[in-house]
C-alpha cells in the first residue's frame, strides 16, 4: 500500500498561515503540520493545534531566514546586527562546519527550539528544518544528539525522485535535474544516518521542486504519478497574504496551495488511488 504524508510547513510563522493549516486539516487533506516555535504567530498555531487533536505536529527548525528563540547575545556568530539568522545559506554551512564556536551556539538554538516544542505540550510528530538545513552534516549531527533527550522518532528526507516530478509537470528538466543531482548524495546520506540512528522518515518528497506552487492541477498530476512506498507532500498554506510571507517567500502563491489542500477533487483522486494518509508517529 502506498503511503501519503500530507505536510504544511511554516505553521506559526502568521496567522494565514496558521488559518490555512487549520482548516486544511478540518476540511482537506492535512495529516501533519511543521511548526516553527521562535515565529511571531507560534502562541496561535499552538493554541489551534490544542483544539486538533488528530493533527500531528512537528518542529520545523529554523536556523536560517528567521529569527532565533535565545537571545541573540546568546548566539552572536548566527545571528546579523538585527538579531536575525543568516539569509545565505552557502556561507551559513560553510560556518556551522568550519567554526567549533558556531558549532557550540548552533547546538544551544538547536536545543532550545526543541525545548521550546517540549513546552506546548505537543506529541513531537517528526522535525525537519527551515530551507532543508537538516541535510548539512553538522545540523543533522546536533539534530540526533539533541533529539534523543526529547523523544526524536522521524526526521523529513527531501528526496524527489526525478522522473516521477518530471512526468507529473511537464517542465523544466534540466533544473530539476541539476536539483536531483545535488540533493541525491545529501539525501542518501541522510537517510544512512537515520537509520544507524534508529529514527523513521518518508522515502520520497513531492513540493521540492515546485515549491510554493503547488496548486490543485499538480498535485492531481503528482498523485498519478507517486511512487510505492511513503511519500511526504508538503505545501506551504496561506488563506491571504501577507507581510511575513511577502518578505521571505513574494512568489509562492500560498492561496493556491491552500486550495488544493481542501479541493474535493484532490481527496477523491487520494481516495480513488487507495493512499493511505497517516502522520510520520504512523510510520
Sequence with gaps: MRKLIVTGDDFGLAVPVNEAIEEAHR???????SLMVGAGAAAD?????????????????????GHPVL???????????????ATRLFGAGLNFFFRP???????????AQFEA???????LDHVNAHNHMHIHPTVLGLILKVGRDYGLKAVRVPYEPLLPSWRASGTAF????????????WSKLLKARLRRAGVRSNEYVFGLNDSGQMDVYLVLQMLRHLPEGVTEMYFHPATRRCPEIDRTMPTYRHEREFEALISPAVREAIAASGFQRIAFSEL
Excluded at 174 to 185: E, G, K, Q, T
Design 27 to 33: 476540511r482537506g487533506i492535512l495529516t501533519t503540520a
Design 45 to 65: 498555531a499552538v493554541e489551534r493545534a490544542r483544539r486538533l487533536p488528530t493533527l500531528s505536529v512537528g518542529l520545523h527548525l529554523v536556523l536560517v531566514e
Design 71 to 85: 537571545p541573540p547575545c546568546e548566539i552572536p556568530d548566527l545571528v546579523d546586527s538585527r538579531g536575525e539568522f
Design 101 to 111: 564556536g558556531v558549532r557550540r551556539q548552533l547546538e544551544a538554538e538547536i536545543r
Design 117 to 123: 516544542f517540549t513546552k506546548t505540550g505537543l506529541p
Design 174 to 185: 534540466f533544473s530539476r535535474s541539476a536539483l536531483w543531482l545535488f540533493m541525491m548524495p
